[in-house]
């Protein structure tokens, strides 16, 4: 009798394992790769913004701080067919869905701290990252700023902004807004 040779349990099992390993590790990968275009995509929408904001000041001396007093989208649309929200305020540009339950996006909206204007994206929705994106309207750098003890937050703003490590991480570029002109003035 001549019986043909199979593949035993463990070696089944020991297949499984590896295929669940390889699985999770794309998953991994596949998450960060999505997370990285909504970085981009924020960074794009925050960009435009500026530009509309450097239009506005040309025409009337001085920023806004709504979204629909800006000659860019989102103009006067409080929701729109991808899910976009502008609040009711005009103050905060929502992606992805907003109201009370933003999904997986941005909150992005404009800070002026000591007479320096700010875009400033806040990670929302139901992600596990709640990154803070900032931008000076004069520089052409976007910061990220991780949120307080998130070790996900610090590895993917190090991750955004190029560094080897968190230790290496800007600080917030609104904490010392204003404060070189006074230094230099003597005040």
């Not at 999770?24 to 790769?33: G, L």
């Not at 937050?153 to 230790?167: N, T």
């Amino acid at each position: 009798m001549h019986f043909k040779k199979g593949f035993t349990l463990i070696e089944m099992l020991v297949v499984v394992l590896i295929i669940a390993i390889l699985a999770a590790i794309a998953f991994v990968q596949y998450a960060h790769f999505l997370e990285r275009t909504r970085v981009g995509e924020a960074e794009n929408l925050i960009g435009l913004a500026i530009y509309a904001q450097e239009r506005q000041f040309m025409k009337k001396a001085r920023y806004m701080e709504q979204w629909t007093a800006l000659d860019a989208a989102p103009i006067n649309a409080y929701i729109d067919r991808l899910g976009d929200y502008i609040s009711l305020d005009g103050k905060t540009f929502y992606t992805k869905g907003g109201g009370e339950n933003p999904n997986n996006g941005y909150a992005i909206h404009f800070e002026n701290v000591n007479g320096h204007w700010f875009a400033v994206a806040q990670r929302v929705g139901s992600s596990s990252y709640s990154y803070t994106l900032v931008r000076p309207f004069k520089e052409s750098t976007l910061y990220c700023v991780p949120s307080a003890g998130s070790s996900a937050d610090e590895d993917m703003c190090v991750d955004i902004m190029a560094l080897d490590s968190a230790a290496d991480l800007p600080q917030d570029p609104r904490l010392n807004a204003g404060q070189d002109e006074s230094q230099d003035n003597g005040n």
